[in-house]
């Protein structure tokens, strides 16, 4: 067997594929924690959600040079054309762009600078999964298996946060 034909005839692409569906499933996981480790009262895991989040930075940036290298090979004008051509590269790069902050941000030096703006920009999470997951979407040409399921988690995630704040009588933590 020849080195590299485990990942198909194009290895390169099976690489980007690889990083990105885990990027997305390592900000699911960050997500999760929150919701996790209130509904098994476990404010410890709480510690672990800032090196999920910089685990998932981490691939989302290695998603992004494996396209750089891979798939466009560093052609500035092929990138350029990508980005305003074909929306779910524009899409993806968008929510890595919000992403960096996130991970530049993420000390406590940082949390203790920005005081309840750190809040708010984090929060930025939601809208950087949602365009993953868009990003996920556009791309997939077949089986949406996978995408449904990141879509159902996510929603699910999303109900669990929001729907407490509709019962009368709800007060924020902040």
Same mark, same amino acid.
């Given at each position: 067997m020849a080195p590299g034909s485990r990942l198909g005839p194009d290895a390169g692409e099976a690489v980007v #594929?690889? #990083?990105?569906? &885990?990027?997305? &499933?390592l900000l699911l996981i960050t997500l999760a924690i929150t919701s996790v480790s209130r509904r098994l009262k476990r404010p410890q895991l709480i510690s672990i959600r800032r090196m999920a989040g910089l685990f998932a930075f981490a691939c989302v940036a290695l998603h992004f040079l494996s396209y750089l290298t891979f798939l466009v090979t560093f052609d500035w004008p092929l990138i350029v054309e990508d980005l305003t051509d074909r929306r779910y590269i524009t899409v993806g790069f968008a929510a890595l762009l919000l992403l960096l902050p996130l991970a530049l941000t993420s000390t406590r030096g940082w949390q203790r600078r920005l005081g309840k703006r750190w809040k708010r920009l984090h929060r930025l999470i939601y809208l950087i999964v949602l365009l993953g997951l868009v990003h996920v979407f556009w791309l997939t040409k077949d089986g949406y298996a996978q995408p449904m399921l990141m879509l159902a988690i996510f929603s699910l995630l999303m109900l669990e946060r929001f729907l407490p704040r509709l019962r009368p009588g709800y007060q924020s933590a902040n």
């Open positions: #594929l690889y #990083l990105g569906d &885990w990027s997305m &499933w």
